[in-house]
């Protein structure tokens, strides 16, 4: 996988995100229908990534923007701020490329 690839599957999944909070938010619940989806997505990510990169992509979709809107971060074990965009998500998780 190259860079534009990933960036492109990381802003497609952001759309997903908000579309079924906003469509959640009308009390419209897609869990079911989308549930299937979302197996086949974990599975390209863990063949891709492994458990690790995944997990990290996982936080950056899902952990990161709290529900108060506030941003987690986090940092390497240097103290380095790391996944805080789509640009230092994708250094982060090259290492587990495979």
């Given amino acids: ?3 534009d690839e990933f960036k492109e599957f990381i802003e497609i999944k952001e759309k997903l995100i908000k579309r079924s909070s906003q469509l ?3 009390n ?3 869990l079911d229908y ?4 979302h197996k086949i997505i974990k599975i390209f990510m863990i063949s891709t990534f492994g458990e690790i990169g995944t997990d990290w992509i996982e936080w ?8 108060s809107g506030t941003i987690h971060k986090a940092w390497d074990e240097n103290g380095k701020e ?3 965009d789509i ?4 250094h982060t998780v090259t290492e587990y490329l495979k």
């Fill in 1 to 3: 996988m190259q860079y």
């Fill in 60 to 67: 950056y979709l899902y952990e990161r923007p709290s529900f």
């Fill in 34 to 37: 989308d549930e299937e989806y």
């Fill in 87 to 90: 640009p230092s998500l994708w």
């Fill in 24 to 26: 959640h938010g009308l």
């Fill in 82 to 84: 790391i996944c805080y």
């Fill in 28 to 30: 419209v619940n897609l």
